[in-house]
């Protein structure tokens, strides 16, 4: 595995980040904030989902007032992400929250920014300078000519200085762009000027494939150096799928492993069976499991018995039938209409078996 680099740690409500902490998920509710109920009943879904940390916009006096309430029914800490008006950090700060977003290019000036900093030391509260591409300073963006990762790097140590100046040292950094390259250029930089811990994410990724291709490719760069204390992946969609595709992203690079791996083949001239359902049900009727397991959906007995074998659960198909192979043993032949539920019932009751020799 990958050595992590080493940064400080820091807590975000009982959420350890950073220093030799595993790398945590994160996401962003994209409900009203002022609509607690639609809030909170997101941020379960998420919870649901493995999310560990979760971030609400606060656009508004509104917003943050709804923070207590929606703080009170989170099971997952609350980070309030604040632009242009320091005053909503106070008030967020006010109703408890567990986290800070800044952004250093529109947050206010140096009077303000301790402001901030003096009222979250006092509650122990973490805050993320949290630089965007998008929103940068018009002085760097001269000095530099475009939102270059060098721009994105200085607007964060402008920040942390203006921290640090206020005795405030619980900062995490996110340096994102839209342009992945960038973004990854961007977060090497900044690790070789702070031991703070990273917050990864490349930012308006765009769509569920776009966006997890992005996502993928700049995350798994720098995690695979051993950057990175949490992660976002944005995608314009249900959050609760950005939760997946972080998990998917750590899978691929060996960091976390949680819930069911799922082997498929892409299909092909030879398969017999309608894969593309099955593959689909079985996953669907897995997406709650929590615990690592392997599972092989093949087309064929082609390439199809030698995954299923290596995986704890799989099925290769034949015509209108599948042959199951369990722990690496050919177990059965299964008539297609009954695959999914073979399929989902031997994993479910290899993980309780489990359980209960735990
Ligand atoms: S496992 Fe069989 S059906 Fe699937 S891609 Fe390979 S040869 Fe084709």
Redo the contacts with the bound molecule.
């Keep these: 595995m990958t050595k992590r680099s080493q940064t400080k740690r820091l807590y975000i409500r009982d959420v350890a980040v950073g220093g030799g902490a595993p790398v945590i998920v994160q996401s962003m509710t994209n409900t009203d904030t002022r609509d607690t109920e639609a809030t909170c009943a997101q941020i379960a879904r998420l919870a649901e989902a493995g999310c560990e940390l979760v971030r609400v916009a606060v656009p508004d006096e509104d917003a943050a007032l709804a923070l207590k309430r929606i703080i009170i029914h989170s099971s997952l800490p609350v980070i309030a992400d604040i632009h242009f008006d320091h005053r909503l950090a106070l008030m967020a700060l006010d109703q408890g929250v567990d986290g800070l977003r800044l952004n250093p290019g529109n947050i206010g000036g140096r009077a303000e920014v301790r402001k901030v900093a003096v009222a979250a030391k006092s509650r122990g509260v973490p805050i993320r300078v949290g630089v965007n591409a998008g929103s940068l300073d018009k002085d760097l963006l001269e000095k530099y000519g475009r939102p270059s990762p060098e721009a994105m790097v200085e607007s964060a140590q402008k920040e942390i200085a203006l921290l640090e100046d206020a005795d405030f040292d619980m900062i995490k950094i996110s340096v994102k762009s839209s342009d992945v390259m960038d973004t990854v250029a961007a977060y090497r930089l900044m690790a070789q000027k702070t031991d703070y811990p990273l917050h990864l994410g490349v930012t308006e990724t765009g769509t569920l494939i776009s966006g997890t291709v992005k996502s993928s490719l700049g995350l798994g760069l720098l995690l695979s150096e051993g950057l990175g204390d949490t992660v976002r992946v944005s995608l314009t969609r249900d959050p609760v799928d950005e939760v997946r595709v972080a998990y998917e992203i750590l899978r691929a690079v060996d960091l976390r492993h949680r819930g069911p791996e799922i082997i498929s083949?892409?299909?092909?001239?030879?398969?017999e069976i309608d894969?593309f359902s099955l593959v689909e049900e079985v996953e669907n009727r897995l997406s709650r499991v929590v615990s690592p397991i392997k599972v092989a959906v093949?087309?064929?007995?082609?390439?199809?018995p030698g995954?299923a074998r290596s995986a704890r659960v799989g099925v290769?198909?034949g015509r209108g039938q599948g042959v199951l192979f369990k722990e690496g043993k050919l177990v059965s032949k299964i008539p297609e209409k009954d695959l999914a539920n073979v399929l989902v019932n031997e994993v479910n009751r290899l993980l309780e078996k489990e359980k209960l020799s735990d």
């Design positions: 083949c892409p299909t092909c001239g030879r398969c894969l093949m087309g064929c007995v082609v390439n199809g995954e290769a198909g």
